[in-house]
């Protein structure tokens, strides 16, 4: 019997399948490909974002179809990949979507912009290491100050390649069964998860502020999604 298949997209931090270490056992269950990115590499130079090569590396993955469980700025191409082929796209899990386009005239969504725009327009004249500590000093971002391998200097210059996730050429909803994860430690993930749920949307909080799905309830809130299409 053949496995459905379940694609799982990371945010800016940890990524491929260190992203989702409390996940690896629906492999028993599910036919999980762990993806990564474009431009996340511990090898390679980072990249600038690139949402269509993003949307193409899920697409490639979900092959005939299948699930998407997405992280942060990976629920951007996820959810951008359900608007253009529903089909493909069985169902979406997001924890805590960075899907700040949908959001940007709200009020907790308009201050984070209005708070990055100047850090943003200004990256180039800084140095990587100079713009991962305005970052983190300006964003209380977890997944932001975590480096995906020791390589600090790699996380630094990839985070300075992003796109302000607010810009992403996200603005409609895809109709597709979909759990919201979050955390509750943040309005602005909140806010994102509450526009989400007013479009259909199931919205649930577990522990483990940017990152619930690795406490037990926000996995066993994935997990059951999955498998009955209820959190």
């Known amino acids: 019997m053949m496995l459905e298949r379940v694609v799982f997209v990371h945010g800016s931090g940890l990524f491929g399948a260190a992203a989702w270490p409390k996940q690896h056992g629906l492999s028993l269950s599910f036919d999980c490909l ?19 090569r993003d949307q193409a590396i899920i697409a490639d993955a979900l092959g005939t179809g299948g699930h998407v469980v997405a992280h942060s700025q990976g629920a951007v191409a996820a959810m951008m990949l359900a608007v253009e082929q529903p089909d493909l796209v069985h169902s979406l899990t997001l924890v805590e979507p960075a899907c700040f386009s949908l959001t940007a005239e709200l009020p907790a969504t308009a201050a984070h912009i209005a708070l990055l725009t100047p850090l943003f327009a200004d990256r180039h004249a800084m140095s990587d290491e100079e713009f991962l500590q ?10 932001a100050g975590t480096s995906p391998t020791s390589d600090t200097g790699r996380h630094a210059a990839r985070l300075r390649l ?15 069964r979909t759990l919201v994860l979050t955390g509750g430690w943040e309005p602005l993930y909140e806010e994102v998860a509450e526009y989400l749920a007013a479009t259909g949307a199931v919205h649930r909080l577990a522990p483990g502020g940017h990152r619930p799905h690795d406490s037990p309830e926000g996995d066993a809130l994935i997990r059951g999604f999955l498998r009955t299409g209820s959190a």
């Open 162 to 176: 992003q796109s302000p996730p607010w810009e992403a050429p996200l603005t409609i909803v895809p109709g597709v």
């Open 34 to 52: 762990y993806v990564r990115r474009h431009g996340f590499s511990a090898t390679e130079d980072p990249l600038p974002t690139d949402h269509v």
């Open 134 to 143: 305005e970052f983190v000093r300006r964003v209380s971002a977890p997944d």
